[in-house]
């Protein structure tokens, strides 16, 4: 058989034993089991050259005779005549006897169809308005129990299948990771199975941030468990750290007889299953940021210079010993001198000279020059400085580091000091442990070999792709005259909604700034998902109401929006592909969409090339626009160039990882 992703040369670890993965799944995990150290995962072996073969074949024999999803209707009768034959008023006591005919024959379509009607009898009971999936959303679902990545457009229909995998797979005993990209999402979709699951006897939980650790535990009890991938992730990055790597079921039941029960150093009970709404952003887009744990150095040591700094500054006179220039802070010799003879007893940095007066002159720039909530404010303890003009260096100097900190000592907070990395994993490493890994997205072409590359994923249309976002684009000069234009735009939106659509938030600080020189009021979603950013978004739909979303703050759309306000969505800067900006025009419910771009963004020049950042100049002229025609084409030639740019990095990524991988092997440990 070739390799896929429910039957490879992979191996589940449990424990200390290995069995193949095909044979643990679907199985019921006892609570006996994962207390003494039973924590099942997928530890996936480099494939040779014959396996990376037959796997590419593999891929195209799906892509040619497999994309779409056989026998919908016939499986949604058979589901129908099953919701039907169910008895509404007894859930529970049809429920033990699904469980044992699943363990027997855990692929059975008539099962699986069996598992499905439950679930929307239980539906029906809880007074829901969607009680029957389309043909559609059933075949999504049955695509996930298969695992593979289903291709359905609405945001609900999405979320249907999703709860009809999950429920089978809780039905069976597995647990499940519902995955999605924000956490506000993740919420939602807890709300919408959390009536219908109860009914079934399935309990189901929210992780979230900032929660403690006994109801983080609470939460991961249940057998449903939805949450952020990041979220999710990082507790097993944690449970690995706790348990010294690779968990073994002798040493789990070795500390359950002594009294340290394995427990208390880990929250998850494995890698079960993993359902993941959104898969082409959380699977692909977010694979290049990887999921890691830190820590703040020891800065006792650091605070100590930079107090003996301030004080030896503080004893220092105007005019006498130094001067406040315009641009820097200058000692005058008879205070070199004078600072020789002070820090001679304490030697260390304060022994070179150079760096010495350069820490004194930034210490009284400290004391003189920076002024609270001028120059710097200071919340919730931190000292946070404006952010740098756009077209800057995005790393700040060094001296603009040291300042903050003498700033920090001198008003008393915390240094933000260095962190140092405990533990580092990648997304596509955490998504591979688990032993069921299947997801959902709109719309996968093009995305079809980066999914089977990395997750041995194929990809199935279940639902018709959803319309393609219409979009115009302008070309400016400058920055200035893209922001001109902006402000024209909104003045000019008349009773629309106007959402503006950034990636960087210099850029939206200087696009607010100017919004309020001109008497502009905008809301701002960031993606923190607080109160506030979710009334902006829900201003849309006043006239007129102005929204700068910067990327990805759309994640946090729990719905798609249809008002009845037309909204107008203005892209200001170049994103990663297409496929982004239709993210966000649907994520707001936008009719009309135009991307602006400007010539001087490092991007647009580094995508379009010299010679059509040429032509495109050429063809402006004295104007500072460029044709319609000319725009057109050079937004969409810096869109796809990006695309594939981001599709190469995570190539790359991913290629790397593996090369380590091979490196590492002769450790014994690939970790």
Same mark, same amino acid.
């Given at each position: 058989?070739?390799?896929?992703? %429910?039957?490879?040369?992979?191996?589940?670890?449990? &424990?200390?034993?290995?069995?193949?993965?095909?044979?643990?799944?679907?199985?019921?995990?006892?609570?006996?089991?994962?207390?003494?150290?039973? $924590?099942?995962?997928?530890?996936?072996?480099?494939?040779?050259?014959?396996? *990376?073969?037959?796997?590419?074949?593999?891929?195209?024999?799906?892509?040619?005779?497999?994309?779409?999803?056989?026998?919908?209707?016939?499986?949604?009768?058979?589901?129908?005549?099953?919701?039907?034959?169910?008895?509404?008023?007894?859930?529970?006591?049809?429920?033990?006897?699904?469980?044992?005919?699943?363990?027997?024959?855990?692929?059975?379509?008539?099962?699986?169809?069996?598992?499905?009607?439950? $679930?929307?009898?239980?539906?029906?009971?809880?007074?829901?308005?969607?009680?029957?999936?389309?043909?559609?959303?059933?075949?999504?679902?049955?695509?996930?129990?298969?695992?593979?990545?289903?291709?359905?457009?609405?945001?609900?229909?999405?979320?249907?299948?999703?709860? @009809?995998?999950?429920?089978?797979?809780?039905?069976?005993?597995?647990?499940?990771?519902?995955?999605?990209?924000?956490?506000?999402?993740?919420?939602?979709?807890?709300?919408?199975?959390?009536?219908?699951?109860?009914?079934? &006897?399935?309990?189901?939980?929210?992780?979230? =941030?900032?929660?403690?650790?006994?109801?983080?535990?609470?939460?991961?009890?249940?057998?449903?468990?939805?949450?952020?991938?990041?979220?999710?992730?990082?507790?097993?990055?944690?449970?690995?750290?706790?348990?010294?790597?690779?968990? *073994?079921?002798?040493?789990?039941? @070795?500390?359950?007889?002594?009294?340290?029960?394995?427990?208390?150093?880990?929250?998850?009970?494995?890698?079960?299953?993993? #359902?993941?709404?959104?898969?082409?952003? %959380?699977?692909?887009?977010?694979?290049?940021?990887?999921?890691?744990?830190?820590?703040?150095?020891?800065?006792?040591?650091?605070?100590?210079?930079?107090?003996?700094?301030?004080?030896?500054?503080?004893? #220092?006179?105007?005019?006498?010993?130094?001067?406040?220039?315009?641009?820097?802070?200058?000692?005058?010799?008879?205070?070199?001198?004078?600072?020789?003879?002070?820090?001679?007893? %304490?030697?260390?940095?304060?022994?070179?000279?150079?760096?010495?007066?350069? #820490?004194?002159?930034?210490?009284?720039?400290?004391?003189?020059?920076?002024?609270?909530? *001028?120059?710097?404010?200071?919340?919730?303890?931190?000292?946070?400085?404006?952010?740098?003009?756009?077209?800057?260096?995005?790393?700040?100097?060094?001296?603009?580091?040291?300042?903050? +900190?003498?700033?920090?000592? +001198?008003?008393?907070?915390?240094?933000?000091?260095?962190?140092?990395?405990?533990?580092?994993?990648?997304?596509?490493?955490?998504?591979?442990?688990?032993?069921?890994?299947?997801?959902?997205?709109?719309?996968?072409?093009?995305?079809?070999?980066?999914?089977?590359?990395? $997750?041995? @994923?194929?990809?199935?249309?279940?639902?018709?792709?959803?319309?393609?976002?219409?979009?115009?684009?302008r070309l400016f000069a400058g920055a200035k005259a893209r922001q001109e234009a902006l402000i024209e735009c909104v003045r000019s939106g008349d009773r629309r909604a106007i959402v503006i659509g950034?990636?960087?938030?210099?850029?939206?600080?200087?696009?607010?700034?100017?919004?309020?020189?001109?008497?502009?009021?905008?809301?701002?979603?960031?993606?923190?998902?607080?109160?506030?950013? =979710?009334?902006?978004?829900?201003?849309?739909?006043?006239?007129?109401?102005?929204?700068?979303?910067?990327?990805?703050?759309?994640?946090?759309?729990?719905?798609?929006?249809?008002?009845?306000?037309?909204?107008?969505?203005?892209?200001?800067?170049?994103?990663?592909?297409?496929?982004?900006?239709?993210?966000?025009?649907?994520?707001?419910?936008?009719?009309?969409?135009?991307?602006?771009? /400007?010539?001087?963004?490092?991007?647009?020049?580094?995508?379009?090339?010299?010679?059509?950042?040429?032509?495109?100049?050429?063809?402006?002229?004295?104007?500072?626009?460029?044709?319609?025609?000319?725009?057109?084409?050079?937004?969409?030639?810096?869109?796809?160039?990006?695309?594939?740019?981001?599709?190469?990095?995570?190539?790359?990524?991913?290629?790397?990882?593996?090369?380590?991988?091979?490196? #590492?092997?002769? /450790?014994?440990?690939?970790?």
């Open positions: 058989m070739a390799p896929s992703r %429910l039957r490879s040369s992979s191996t589940v670890r449990s &424990g200390s034993c290995s069995c193949d993965a095909s044979r643990c799944e679907g199985a019921e995990v006892n609570a006996s089991d994962v207390h003494a150290g039973f $924590y099942p995962e997928r530890d996936a072996t480099p494939e040779s050259v014959w396996d *990376r073969a037959w796997s590419a074949g593999e891929f195209w024999i799906r892509q040619l005779f497999r994309r779409r999803v056989p026998q919908a209707a016939p499986f949604a009768h058979a589901v129908a005549r099953c919701t039907a034959n169910v008895d509404a008023a007894n859930l529970d006591a049809q429920i033990p006897g699904l469980r044992f005919r699943l363990r027997r024959t855990p692929r059975s379509g008539a099962l699986l169809a069996e598992c499905f009607g439950l $679930y929307c009898a239980a539906l029906r009971g809880s007074g829901s308005a969607t009680s029957t999936p389309s043909p559609e959303v059933l075949g999504a679902a049955r695509i996930l129990m298969q695992g593979g990545v289903a291709e359905i457009a609405g945001m609900s229909e999405r979320r249907c299948a999703l709860a @009809l995998a999950a429920a089978a797979m809780a039905l069976r005993g597995t647990p499940v990771h519902l995955l999605s990209s924000s956490e506000a999402r993740a919420r939602g979709l807890s709300e919408v199975m959390r009536e219908p699951m109860a009914a079934l &006897g399935i309990g189901v939980g929210v992780v979230t =941030q900032g929660m403690d650790a006994r109801a983080r535990g609470a939460a991961y009890a249940n057998l449903v468990v939805c949450g952020a991938l990041r979220e999710i992730g990082i507790d097993y990055l944690r449970d690995r750290m706790s348990l010294g790597g690779r968990p *073994r079921r002798v040493l789990g039941r @070795l500390d359950r007889l002594s009294g340290d029960t394995a427990a208390d150093r880990h929250v998850l009970s494995g890698m079960h299953c993993a #359902l993941v709404d959104d898969a082409d952003r %959380l699977m692909l887009d977010d694979s290049r940021v990887p999921l890691a744990i830190s820590t703040e150095t020891d800065q006792s040591g650091e605070r100590l210079l930079y107090e003996q700094a301030l004080e030896l500054a503080r004893v #220092l006179r105007e005019t006498v010993d130094f001067t406040i220039g315009v641009e820097r802070t200058e000692l005058t010799p008879e205070c070199s001198r004078r600072l020789a003879q002070l820090t001679q007893a %304490l030697g260390g940095v304060w022994a070179a000279r150079e760096r010495r007066e350069e #820490l004194i002159a930034l210490a009284l720039d400290a004391l003189h020059v920076a002024q609270r909530d *001028r120059d710097y404010r200071v919340i919730q303890g931190r000292v946070q400085f404006p952010p740098e003009p756009a077209g800057t260096a995005e790393e700040p100097s060094v001296e603009r580091l040291l300042l903050q +900190k003498l700033v920090e000592v +001198k008003e008393g907070c915390r240094l933000s000091g260095r962190r140092v990395v405990l533990a580092q994993i990648s997304v596509p490493r955490v998504l591979g442990r688990y032993l069921h890994l299947a997801g959902v997205c709109g719309d996968a072409r093009g995305l079809e070999r980066e999914f089977w590359r990395s $997750y041995r @994923l194929h990809t199935a249309q279940a639902a018709p792709y959803p319309p393609p976002v219409p979009w115009t684009a950034l990636r960087s938030p210099a850029e939206a600080h200087a696009l607010l700034e100017a919004f309020a020189q001109s008497a502009i009021q905008a809301g701002v979603a960031s993606g923190a998902g607080s109160a506030a950013e =979710q009334q902006a978004v829900a201003g849309l739909d006043t006239p007129g109401a102005v929204l700068v979303s910067i990327y990805p703050a759309e994640r946090n759309v729990l719905h798609a929006r249809a008002s009845a306000i037309p909204v107008s969505l203005l892209v200001a800067e170049l994103h990663d592909g297409e496929r982004h900006v239709a993210h966000i025009a649907r994520a707001y419910g936008a009719t009309a969409c135009e991307v602006l771009l /400007s010539l001087e963004d490092e991007d647009v020049k580094k995508f379009l090339g010299p010679r059509a950042v040429a032509a495109a100049g050429r063809a402006m002229g004295s104007s500072a626009e460029a044709p319609p025609g000319v725009a057109l084409r050079c937004a969409r030639r810096a869109l796809t160039s990006a695309a594939r740019a981001a599709a190469a990095a995570r190539r790359d990524a991913l290629m790397a990882e593996r090369s380590l991988d091979d490196l #590492l092997a002769f /450790s014994g440990q690939r970790e």
